[in-house]
Nanobody, 124 residues
Framework: VQLQASGGGFVQPGGSLRLSCAASGFTLDDYAIGWFRQVPGKEREGVSCISSSDVTTYHADVKGRFTISRDNAKNSVYLQMNSLKPEDTAVYYC???????????????????WGRGTLVTVSS
């Protein structure tokens, strides 16, 4: 069972990036998937999640700018990030959870499997 986040990079304020979360060893469509981010010295925070029935939730700081989606055929979940701000700079992680797959929240306890992060840097 493995999750791998990718797609991070360096972007100027106002720019866009799309993060991908690919799964191996299990199929994502029965799981809730969450995106989290962490800045050094701060606690990891939930950014967005999508339930097994594709209900989405967003942190207030990213609502209207980020979009989470899944492609079950590719066993992947995406986070489209638009209008990026310097404060979005962080390491982004994806996570999968089964027990709370129908009604996930942005709390870490909802998720069982975690991937390695991908760094997003927003700077001019």
């Amino acid at each position: 069972v493995q999750l791998q986040a990718s797609g991070g990079g360096f972007v100027q304020p106002g720019g866009s990036l799309r993060l991908s979360c690919a799964a191996s060893g299990f199929t994502l469509d029965d799981y809730a998937i969450g995106w989290f981010r962490q800045v050094p010295g701060k606690e990891r925070e939930g950014v967005s999640c999508i339930s097994s029935s594709d209900v989405t939730t967003y942190h207030a700081d990213v609502k209207g700018r980020f979009t989470i989606s899944r492609d079950n055929a590719k066993n992947s979940v995406y986070l489209q990030m638009n209008s990026l701000k310097p404060e979005d700079t962080a390491v982004y992680y994806c996570a999968a959870g089964f027990l709370y797959s129908d009604y996930p929240t942005l709390e870490e306890y909802n998720y069982d499997y975690w991937g390695r992060g991908t760094l997003v840097t927003v700077s001019s």
